[in-house]
C-alpha cells in the first residue's frame, strides 16, 4: 500500500506540474514535441548494456531555454550474473563462491524531464543546439523472472530481490541536429540515481535488477511548428 501511495503522489505531482505549464501555454499549440529512440542503460555488476526504446512528447517553444518532453521506456529482457557465498549440502558450516545467473522480466520506466537550451533562439533557429536536463523516473513494471545456480547450495548471502518499488534521478547533457524546422536527431547522455525500495527478501544483502547507472540516448524528434 505505501508503494502505491508513494507513486501516486509522484504522478500527482507531474500532474499538476504539466497542467500548470499546458495553462501558460493554453493560446499556442506550436512547439509540441513526439520522439521515437532508444537508449543504452550502461549497467554494472553483471548486466552489461541493456538497450530499451521509447517514445516521448514534451513541449519545446522557439522563444523560450526552457523545454520538457515526457518518456514512456520499455526495456526488453536482459541477463545477469553476480557471485556470491552459500552453504553447502556436504559442509553446511563452509561457504563457497558460486555463481548466479539469471534473466529479468521486460521492464516499462516512466521518465519526466526538463530541458534548457544553452543558445538563445529569440532570432532564429539553430542548426545544432545543445541542452543540458534533470528529470526522474519510475519503474512501472518489471522484475526478474527466473534465476538460476548449481544444486546443492543454500543460504545465499546474496538474492536476486523480490518484490519492491524503483525511482530515480537523472541529469546530464545533450544535442539537438535541426535537419529541418520540424525534425531533428537527439543524442544525449547523463546518469540515472536509482533507489530501490521495499525489497521483500530475507538475505544479508539483495542484488537490484535496475541500479544506477551512466545511459547514452539516440532519437529522431519532430516538432510542430508555431502557429
Same mark, same amino acid.
Given at each position: 500500500?505505501?508503494?502505491?501511495?508513494?507513486?501516486?503522489?509522484?504522478?500527482?505531482?507531474?500532474?499538476?506540474?504539466?497542467?500548470?505549464?499546458?495553462?501558460?501555454?493554453?493560446?499556442?499549440?506550436?512547439?509540441?514535441?513526439?520522439?521515437?529512440?532508444?537508449?543504452?542503460?550502461?549497467?554494472?555488476?553483471?548486466?552489461?548494456?541493456?538497450? =530499451?526504446?521509447? $517514445? &516521448?512528447? +514534451?513541449?519545446?517553444?522557439?522563444?523560450?531555454?526552457? *523545454?520538457?518532453? !515526457? /518518456?514512456?521506456?520499455?526495456?526488453?529482457?536482459?541477463?545477469?550474473?553476480?557471485?556470491?557465498?552459500?552453504?553447502?549440502?556436504?559442509?553446511?558450516?563452509?561457504?563457497?563462491?558460486?555463481?548466479?545467473?539469471?534473466?529479468?522480466?521486460?521492464?516499462?520506466?516512466?521518465?519526466?524531464?526538463?530541458?534548457?537550451?544553452?543558445?538563445?533562439?529569440?532570432?532564429?533557429?539553430?542548426?545544432?543546439?545543445?541542452?543540458?536536463?534533470?528529470?526522474?523516473?519510475?519503474?512501472?513494471?518489471?522484475?526478474?523472472?527466473?534465476?538460476?545456480?548449481?544444486?546443492?547450495?543454500?543460504?545465499?548471502?546474496?538474492?536476486?530481490? =523480490?518484490?519492491? $518499488? &524503483?525511482? +530515480?534521478?537523472?541529469?546530464?547533457?545533450?544535442?539537438? *541536429?535541426?535537419? !529541418? /524546422?520540424?525534425?531533428?536527431?537527439?543524442?544525449?547522455?547523463?546518469?540515472?540515481?536509482?533507489?530501490?525500495?521495499?525489497?521483500?527478501?530475507?538475505?544479508?544483502?539483495?542484488?537490484?535488477?535496475?541500479?544506477?547507472?551512466?545511459?547514452?540516448?539516440?532519437?529522431?524528434?519532430?516538432?510542430?511548428?508555431?502557429?
Amino acid at each position: 500500500m505505501k508503494k502505491i501511495q508513494t507513486l501516486a503522489l509522484i504522478l500527482l505531482a507531474t500532474m499538476v506540474a504539466q497542467a500548470q505549464y499546458k495553462k501558460a501555454s493554453f493560446f499556442s499549440k506550436g512547439g509540441r514535441t513526439y520522439e521515437l529512440g532508444t537508449t543504452a542503460h550502461v549497467m554494472s555488476d553483471g548486466k552489461g548494456a541493456p538497450l =530499451g526504446f521509447y $517514445f &516521448s512528447w +514534451g513541449r519545446d517553444k522557439t522563444e523560450s531555454h526552457f *523545454f520538457r518532453w !515526457t /518518456e514512456i521506456v520499455v526495456l526488453p529482457p536482459y541477463k545477469y550474473q553476480f557471485q556470491t557465498l552459500a552453504s553447502t549440502l556436504d559442509n553446511p558450516g563452509n561457504k563457497e563462491s558460486i555463481s548466479v545467473s539469471g534473466k529479468s522480466s521486460t521492464h516499462v520506466v516512466y521518465n519526466f524531464n526538463v530541458g534548457y537550451h544553452l543558445l538563445d533562439r529569440s532570432e532564429d533557429e539553430k542548426k545544432i543546439l545543445p541542452f543540458v536536463f534533470l528529470g526522474f523516473n519510475v519503474v512501472l513494471a518489471g522484475n526478474i523472472k527466473e534465476e538460476n545456480y548449481s544444486s546443492g547450495y543454500y543460504d545465499l548471502e546474496k538474492e536476486g530481490a =523480490g518484490d519492491g $518499488f &524503483s525511482l +530515480g534521478v537523472r541529469g546530464g547533457a545533450g544535442v539537438l *541536429f535541426n535537419l !529541418t /524546422e520540424k525534425a531533428a536527431i537527439k543524442l544525449a547522455a547523463g546518469y540515472n540515481y536509482q533507489f530501490n525500495f521495499g525489497v521483500d527478501n530475507y538475505s544479508t544483502s539483495t542484488y537490484d535488477i535496475f541500479t544506477s547507472h551512466p545511459l547514452v540516448s539516440l532519437g529522431i524528434r519532430f516538432r510542430l511548428l508555431e502557429e
